[in-house]
């Protein structure tokens, strides 16, 4: 089945220790997107990329940054994680033509000690 | 400015009971998208359903039914004969077509948490 998956699911870093979520996709999206949801909250967009094109949300801290070697592959790159940073981290994707609906997945929870 | 309001926090139900979840949203667009996504306690969206402005017809799927009213600019969710498995945060979403149209950024509400009692 096409799917969004994300390694690892789970994810303790320790304070100030970069650390890479990883975003892979078999549905040959064009635009795949972060976003960081903390509890109870709403998923926040992070940012996007339209095939080779990163789209950086205004409010996202320099601290996050994104990499896309090729259409499957997605990175979240947190380069110094704070306390702050722990939260769940979905990785979406969706097709440039069609009914635009992004596609999610599994999410990876981040721990920072 | 785009916004998405659940003004349900919370809802607890017994099962069998059906139950509405409320969207009401503000765009100044035209063109425009709505949608449900459910997240159950593992984490992941799970997409439910996507309409758009120019669709008001009543849909229907299965035990879920959605009821868009654009005079209203509300966006409904219906569970009729709730299930535990529906136990979930519900998320009702927007986006705006931007980027000359080939992606979309989700204008997601705050989510409403049902909890289905057996």
């Known amino acids: 089945d096409a799917m969004v998956i994300q390694n690892p699911r789970y994810q303790v870093t320790q304070f100030g220790k970069p650390v890479t979520l990883s975003c892979s996709q078999t549905l040959n999206h064009n635009v795949m997107y972060w976003y960081q949801q903390k509890s109870s909250q709403a998923p926040k967009l992070l940012f996007h990329?339209?095939?080779?094109?990163?789209?950086n949300e205004a409010d996202t801290p320099d601290n996050f940054q994104s990499r896309r070697p090729n259409t499957s592959f997605c990175f979240l790159d947190i380069r110094s994680p704070g306390l702050g940073d722990a939260a769940m981290y979905l990785c979406a994707t969706s097709s440039k033509q069609g009914k635009e609906t992004q596609y999610f997945g599994p999410g990876t929870r981040l721990l920072v000690l | 400015a785009q916004k998405v309001t659940q003004a349900q926090t919370e809802i607890s139900v017994v099962e069998k009971e059906d139950v509405t979840l409320d969207c009401v949203y503000e765009?100044?667009?035209?063109?425009?998208?709505l949608f449900w996504y459910k997240q159950p306690p593992s984490g992941e969206l799970v997409f439910l359903i996507r309409r758009n402005s120019f669709d008001e017809q009543n849909e229907i799927s299965g035990r879920y039914s959605w009821n868009f009213q654009k005079s209203t600019s509300s966006f409904n969710f219906t569970i009729t004969a709730s299930q535990v498995v529906d136990s979930a945060v519900y998320f009702c979403a927007l986006s705006e077509a931007w980027y000359g149209g080939a992606t979309n950024k989700l204008i997601f509400g705050t989510g409403t948490l049902l909890a289905v009692q057996p």
């Open positions: 765009t100044r667009d035209t063109t425009y998208y």
């Open positions: 990329y339209y095939d080779k094109d990163f789209n």
